[in-house]
């Protein structure tokens, strides 16, 4: 399921799914323009390792 929001970002649409993320099309009312958002799995978001990585 597609997040409506992340922060104050509004959440377009899901661009691509890999093992380090989730990335996603999504608008910054804040500067008009269009982002992408890179998201971290939940599972992996307090692996020192892996946030190194990232």
Do not use: C, N, S, W
């Not at 970002?9 to 890179?38: C, F, H, N, S």
Request: no cysteine.
């Amino acid at each position: 399921m597609i997040p409506a929001t992340i922060g104050h970002y509004q959440v377009l649409g899901e661009i691509g799914r890999g093992g380090m993320a989730t990335v996603y099309r999504a608008y910054d009312p804040e500067a008009d323009r269009e982002v992408a958002i890179k998201v971290l799995p939940r599972e992996l978001l307090h692996d020192p390792t892996f946030r190194a990585r990232f």
